[in-house]
């Protein structure tokens, strides 16, 4: 049919001209019977007709489902969804040529493109936090982690201002605004508990140059921090350690023989290291029974009054246990240093060596065993 109404079509007013002819003449009676043949001619153009009509609007369908298809297609593609393909016909049509392109663009956008649920996916599945604010300082977009980080959902976070995740001052208001690097920084919870963060913050530009606002990157330093605080701890035990066996290497106290211990002091006196030699000393004494210290400060690389009064100390602290005190290792600077201070050590015996002191302890110590008397009361040989 033509594209006006049915009466502008000329088939139309032959099918007519042809049912007047078939029929009786006026006047002819009840008994007249009307033309076969003409009605015959006008059943054939009727069916045609009526054929074309169908036709026609079969045509119609298959072209407004082949319209719904191209649509489809169109929304997919500015949607950067490429998995859906547009049907092509065997007909080889302008729609079928459509259909075929936009196909292959499809296919070229595909293996060109990130789609924008390919994006989405990365970005929740990122560990670190994204958060996107705008030039007012508000927040855009969020992903899953600054979600669990802060206890908020992504609700609870869009529209707000940066500032209720990150208090410290940040240029989050654009005026002139830079990129931002913080290795830390502090990030609030909803609980209003702090998580140590480092933040990274890009500004975004669009295509006329203008400031859009900032995308800021920030990663959870808790593991970091914990990782760090039990490498301290574990130094600090390691430290603790060495100057503990330091401190008992610089202070041994040996038992040359029964009741003769000797304690070779090495390296510098102060306060606690005067400390230590008084306890490792008394301790000794006490454990051991014994009737005779050496005390060897050779190895003692200066001699002050602070140095001289932690010995004297020791030395009347051991006396007053019982035992005799012999000093070994007296140098002439020493000797020079312990008259210049001008301390007491009477009733101490001295020698330049520890071998000398030794071998005078153990003389000593036979004398008293054989004569059964006290080591106070034996005079040097």
């Given amino acids: 049919m033509s594209e006006g109404g049915p009466s502008d079509d000329p088939r139309i007013a032959e099918l007519f001209s042809i049912l007047v002819q078939a029929s009786p003449?006026?006047?002819?009676?009840?008994?007249?019977?009307?033309?076969g043949a003409g009605w015959g001619q006008a059943s054939q153009a009727v069916r045609a007709l009526v054929a074309e009509v169908v036709?026609?609007?079969?045509?119609q369908a298959q072209m407004e489902r082949r319209l719904d298809d191209i649509m489809v297609m169109l929304n997919a593609l500015v949607s950067f969804d490429f998995s859906v393909r547009a049907e092509i016909g065997d007909k080889g049509d302008s729609w079928d040529a459509l259909a075929m392109g936009l196909n292959m663009v499809a296919e070229e956008l595909a293996s060109r493109v990130v789609s924008r649920e390919y994006v989405d996916n990365i970005i929740e599945s990122m560990s670190d936090l994204l958060i996107v604010v705008d030039r007012a300082g508000l927040i855009t977009s969020v992903n899953a982690a600054a979600c669990r980080l802060s206890e908020r959902t992504s609700e609870e976070l869009?529209?707000?201002?940066?500032?209720?995740?990150?208090?410290?001052?940040?240029?989050?208001?654009?005026?002139g605004a830079t990129n931002l690097l913080i290795e830390e920084t502090a990030f609030q919870k909803k609980s209003g508990d702090f998580v140590a963060v480092s933040l990274s913050a890009s500004v975004m530009?669009?295509?006329?140059?203008e400031t859009q606002g900032f995308v800021c990157v920030a990663r959870d330093l808790s593991e970091r921090k914990r990782l760090e605080e039990e490498e301290r701890q574990r130094l600090q035990q390691v430290v603790e350690t060495q100057a503990l066996l330091l401190e008992e290497l610089s202070t041994p106290l040996?038992?040359?023989?029964?009741q003769i211990l000797a304690m070779p002091v090495i390296g510098s006196v102060?306060?606690?290291?005067?400390?230590?030699?008084?306890?490792?000393?008394?301790?000794g004494v006490v454990t051991r029974e014994a009737r005779i210290v050496i005390i060897d400060i050779t190895g003692v690389r200066k001699i002050?009054?602070?140095?001289?009064?932690g010995i004297v100390n020791a030395v009347k602290a051991v006396r007053?246990?019982?035992?005799?005190?012999?000093?070994?290792?007296?140098?002439p600077e020493v000797a020079v240093a312990l008259m210049a201070l001008d301390l007491n050590l009477g009733g101490v015996l001295t020698f330049g060596s520890l071998q000398t002191g030794i071998a005078h302890a153990m003389r000593q110590l036979r004398q008293v065993k054989s004569e059964n008397v006290k080591p106070e009361n034996v005079k040097p040989g």
């Fill in 158 to 175: 869009l529209g707000q201002p940066a500032s209720l995740l990150f208090p410290a001052a940040l240029p989050f208001e654009m005026g």
């Fill in 304 to 309: 002050d009054a602070r140095a001289v009064q």
């Fill in 25 to 35: 003449e006026p006047g002819a009676g009840a008994l007249a019977e009307p033309d």
């Fill in 55 to 59: 036709a026609r609007r079969a045509t």
């Fill in 270 to 283: 102060d306060d606690r290291r005067s400390s230590q030699i008084l306890e490792t000393l008394l301790n």
């Fill in 205 to 209: 530009i669009n295509g006329l140059g």
């Fill in 320 to 331: 007053l246990l019982g035992a005799q005190v012999i000093l070994t290792g007296i140098r």
């Fill in 254 to 258: 040996m038992p040359i023989a029964d």
